[in-house]
């Protein structure tokens, strides 16, 4: 557990190429005796392009090789209105053209590019970002799916009656990241939800607007991809932190068919909306209690973050049975549960509090409250920051290794080589941004290396034990990682 040293952060939305393959059967143009073009919608890996840059076109099979000047080969871009605009066109190699719009795209606008030859024609949709000019661009997320986003929610604790009968109103702030397909309608979501990035700014936590600078991959206001229910996973951040500050995390996962519900708790959290307008930040750590006197402190903010959680499913119940875009999206009754910091704690603690848990994840949490002592079945999963970076690393081994005593379930633990404690979060995208107070001493941590680690490794420990599937973390690779007894 560590106090965060910076205050709050925003962020933003950004640019990647537009690149797909043919998926659909070609069957149809196959069988076709019509003069007319047909077309044949292709799976896009990302259908958002940059504003007045080239949009690189990877051809199918049967166009590689295509020489340009073929009066059989068409190919045409046509805005909302269906105008037509001009474009240079050139190859970049057999199978890739290179274009170039002769006049700037609009941002944030639909576009559609047609190109084929003889009867067969294929068709791409896009949209142009809404600004070209984001220096940061979080990773883009493989899997099978697209990331979609909720507006965040807030709530109390009255959806749950306390053991009193009485309604707790103590707020919660939720964002809900969900799976979507590939084609994407809604813009990009910012860092921080608008409202709470704006309390945040009035109470004086940030001098450094991030959302102005680093670009997010999740979308909001796409329907959710929900043939059939997906795995929940709760997030709960570090002290002091938010849980859209782990993007690089949650995406990851998202994509490969989690739902992530990251909560933000009122008085550990950064910052939470009230329900006056108002906001709640973070309580301070207490520095002048005996041991035992902060011991009591902290179990207390366990506690009260473990209750949090049980409010979150039930809102999530409500949202995802309800006529909302992740509608038949939640699978409840396979929850995990993955936590960073004090966060990690939270999951910790929750999962030997609570029966409807299946496995948690810690990452890089100190380790009390009745979780040390408890003891658990169930799969865990601990990855933890280079302790020879720290002049005691003995005392969290100690505490991991006492922890570890009442494990008789599935455990892994793993020691993230070059890594320090804020790795486990997206600071380090955007470090050379803070300024003054806020920054701090660059990682030695690859950030790339980093979230691969954490995607690999979260992303197969949750397919195991969330989804059932036949996979084993022992054959993962090792660069970069080292497994403790």
């Given at each position: 557990?560590?106090?965060?040293?910076?205050?709050?952060?925003?962020?933003?939305?950004?640019?990647?190429?537009?690149?797909?393959?043919?998926?659909?059967s070609?069957?149809?143009?196959?069988?076709?005796?019509?003069?007319?073009?047909e077309?044949?919608?292709p799976?896009?890996?990302?259908?958002?392009?940059?504003?007045?840059s080239?949009?690189?076109?990877?051809l199918?099979n049967?166009l590689?090789?295509?020489?340009?000047?073929?009066?059989?080969?068409?190919?045409?871009?046509?805005?909302?209105?269906?105008?037509?605009?001009?474009?240079?066109?050139?190859?970049?190699?057999?199978?890739?053209?290179?274009?170039?719009?002769?006049?700037?795209?609009?941002p944030?606008?639909r576009?559609?590019?047609?190109y084929?030859?003889?009867?067969?024609?294929?068709?791409?949709?896009?949209?142009?970002e809404q600004?070209?000019?984001?220096?940061?661009?979080?990773?883009?997320?493989?899997g099978?799916?697209?990331?979609?986003?909720?507006?965040?929610?807030?709530?109390?604790?009255?959806?749950?009656?306390?053991?009193?009968?009485?309604?707790?109103?103590?707020?919660?702030d939720?964002q809900?990241?969900?799976?979507v397909?590939?084609?994407?309608?809604?813009?990009?979501?910012?860092?921080?939800?608008?409202?709470?990035?704006?309390?945040g700014?009035?109470?004086?936590?940030?001098?450094?607007?991030?959302?102005?600078?680093?670009?997010?991959?999740?979308?909001?206001?796409?329907q959710?991809?929900?043939?059939?229910?997906h795995?929940?996973?709760?997030?709960?951040?570090?002290?002091?932190?938010?849980?859209?500050?782990?993007?690089?995390i949650?995406e990851?996962?998202?994509?490969?068919?989690?739902?992530v519900?990251?909560?933000?708790?009122?008085?550990?959290?950064m910052?939470?909306?009230?329900?006056?307008?108002?906001?709640?930040?973070?309580?301070?750590?207490?520095?002048?209690?005996?041991?035992?006197?902060?011991?009591?402190?902290?179990?207390?903010?366990?506690?009260?973050n473990?209750?949090?959680?049980?409010?979150?499913?039930?809102?999530i119940?409500?949202?995802?049975?309800?006529?909302?875009?992740?509608?038949?999206?939640v699978?409840?009754?396979?929850?995990?549960?993955?936590?960073?910091?004090?966060?990690g704690?939270?999951?910790?603690?929750?999962?030997?509090?609570?029966?409807?848990?299946?496995?948690?994840?810690?990452?890089?949490?100190?380790?009390?409250?009745?979780?040390?002592?408890?003891?658990?079945?169930?799969?865990?999963?601990?990855m933890?920051?280079?302790?020879?970076t720290?002049?005691?690393?003995?005392?969290?081994?100690?505490?991991?290794?006492?922890?570890?005593?009442?494990?008789?379930?599935?455990?892994?633990?793993l020691?993230?080589?070059?890594?320090?404690?804020?790795?486990?979060?997206?600071?380090?995208?955007?470090?050379?941004?803070?300024?003054?107070?806020l920054?701090l001493?660059?990682?030695?941590?690859?950030?790339?290396q980093?979230?691969?680690?954490?995607?690999?490794?979260?992303?197969?420990?949750?397919?195991?034990?969330?989804?059932?599937?036949?996979?084993t973390?022992?054959?993962?690779p090792?660069?970069?990682?080292?497994?403790?007894?």
């Amino acid at each position: 557990m560590s106090v965060t040293r910076y205050p709050l952060l925003l962020c933003l939305l950004g640019s990647l190429t537009a690149c797909h393959s043919s998926t659909k059967s070609e069957q149809q143009a196959n069988t076709s005796s019509s003069n007319q073009m047909e077309a044949i919608y292709p799976h896009q890996a990302e259908s958002e392009v940059p504003i007045n840059s080239q949009i690189r076109l990877h051809l199918p099979n049967r166009l590689t090789g295509i020489k340009l000047a073929d009066n059989a080969f068409r190919l045409t871009l046509t805005g909302t209105q269906g105008e037509p605009l001009p474009l240079q066109v050139s190859k970049e190699s057999a199978d890739t053209l290179l274009l170039t719009p002769e006049q700037p795209l609009a941002p944030a606008s639909r576009y559609r590019l047609q190109y084929g030859s003889g009867k067969k024609a294929w068709q791409l949709d896009f949209t142009t970002e809404q600004r070209s000019d984001y220096p940061v661009k979080l990773p883009s997320p493989q899997g099978d799916y697209g990331v979609g986003e909720l507006p965040a929610i807030l709530f109390s604790r009255s959806i749950t009656p306390s053991t009193e009968g009485e309604a707790d109103t103590r707020p919660i702030d939720m964002q809900i990241w969900y799976p979507v397909g590939k084609i994407f309608h809604g813009q990009r979501a910012p860092y921080l939800d608008k409202e709470i990035a704006t309390l945040g700014e009035q109470g004086g936590l940030t001098t450094l607007s991030l959302n102005e600078v680093v670009r997010t991959n999740a979308r909001l206001g796409e329907q959710g991809e929900c043939a059939q229910p997906h795995p929940l996973i709760l997030f709960s951040p570090g002290y002091g932190e938010l849980s859209q500050f782990y993007r690089t995390i949650i995406e990851p996962l998202v994509a490969r068919g989690y739902v992530v519900a990251g909560i933000n708790h009122a008085y550990t959290s950064m910052v939470t909306r009230s329900g006056n307008g108002d906001m709640e930040s973070t309580d301070p750590i207490p520095s002048d209690l005996p041991a035992d006197e902060l011991q009591a402190w902290l179990q207390n903010k366990l506690d009260a973050n473990v209750a949090d959680l049980d409010s979150a499913i039930a809102r999530i119940a409500l949202e995802s049975s309800a006529d909302t875009l992740i509608k038949g999206c939640v699978d409840l009754q396979h929850i995990g549960l993955l936590g960073h910091s004090f966060g990690g704690a939270t999951a910790m603690e929750a999962l030997v509090t609570r029966n409807h848990y299946l496995a948690a994840v810690n990452l890089d949490g100190d380790l009390f409250g009745k979780h040390r002592t408890t003891p658990s079945n169930r799969a865990v999963l601990q990855m933890q920051m280079d302790m020879s970076t720290l002049n005691e690393p003995g005392v969290r081994d100690n505490s991991i290794g006492e922890r570890d005593q009442t494990l008789t379930g599935e455990h892994h633990w793993l020691e993230v080589a070059k890594s320090d404690h804020l790795d486990f979060s997206d600071l380090h995208w955007y470090q050379e941004y803070l300024q003054g107070p806020l920054a701090l001493p660059p990682s030695t941590m690859d950030a790339a290396q980093m979230v691969e680690i954490e995607a690999r490794w979260l992303g197969t420990f949750f397919d195991r034990t969330l989804k059932g599937e036949s996979v084993t973390l022992e054959d993962l690779p090792l660069d970069g990682v080292r497994i403790l007894p």
